[in-house]
């Protein structure tokens, strides 16, 4: 059974807790990942640093989570762009520190940025998304709870 655009990008009705529990991840992945790189659990890799790959990683486990529990892919994008806004906000406020507080909050909120992160998490997401649904299809299939018939 192929599931609706709207299931599909914001999750079945009866999995609307779920939904609501996944769109407050979002600011907590955000936190989350400032955190680790403040704290040297995550560590910057070298000179100009367009994707982060720790941050991204948070984000696409986090978009593979919302596939895998049916939430929408609405809470897989916003799962994936947390996290990276959380390395943004981290390198904005701490990774600049010659510059004042307004001009810090200026680069963290310039649109190219915000959009490029954005564009990143959309594709990531979605693939990581499509993993997790992909999976929970099968674990469905494997314990026989569908059969491969039903997903046709």
């Given at each position: 059974?192929?599931?609706?655009?709207r299931?599909?990008?914001v999750?079945?009705?009866?999995?609307?807790?779920?939904?609501?529990?996944?769109l407050?991840?979002?600011?907590a992945l955000?936190?989350?990942?400032?955190?680790?790189?403040a704290?040297?659990l995550f560590a910057v890799?070298g000179?100009?640093v367009?994707?982060?790959?720790q941050?991204?990683?948070?984000?696409?486990?986090?978009?593979?989570?919302a596939?895998?529990g049916?939430?929408?892919?609405?809470a897989?994008?916003l799962?994936?762009y947390g996290s990276l806004?959380?390395?943004n906000a981290?390198?904005a406020?701490?990774?600049l520190?010659?510059?004042?507080r307004?001009e810090q909050l200026?680069?963290?909120?310039e649109l190219?940025?915000?959009?490029?992160q954005?564009v990143?998490?959309?594709?990531?997401?979605t693939v990581?998304f499509?993993?997790g649904?992909?999976?929970?299809t099968c674990?469905a299939?494997?314990?026989?709870?569908?059969t491969?018939?039903?997903?046709g």
């Amino acid at each position: 059974m192929v599931p609706s655009p709207r299931a599909l990008l914001v999750g079945r009705p009866a999995h609307r807790r779920r939904l609501f529990l996944a769109l407050a991840c979002a600011p907590a992945l955000l936190v989350a990942t400032y955190a680790a790189y403040a704290a040297g659990l995550f560590a910057v890799s070298g000179c100009v640093v367009f994707i982060p790959g720790q941050a991204l990683l948070v984000g696409v486990a986090a978009a593979a989570v919302a596939g895998y529990g049916g939430v929408g892919l609405v809470a897989a994008w916003l799962g994936a762009y947390g996290s990276l806004l959380g390395y943004n906000a981290y390198h904005a406020f701490v990774g600049l520190p010659s510059r004042t507080r307004g001009e810090q909050l200026a680069y963290f909120l310039e649109l190219d940025g915000l959009a490029f992160q954005g564009v990143v998490a959309l594709l990531f997401g979605t693939v990581a998304f499509a993993a997790g649904y992909l999976l929970r299809t099968c674990v469905a299939v494997l314990w026989g709870d569908r059969t491969v018939g039903d997903l046709g």
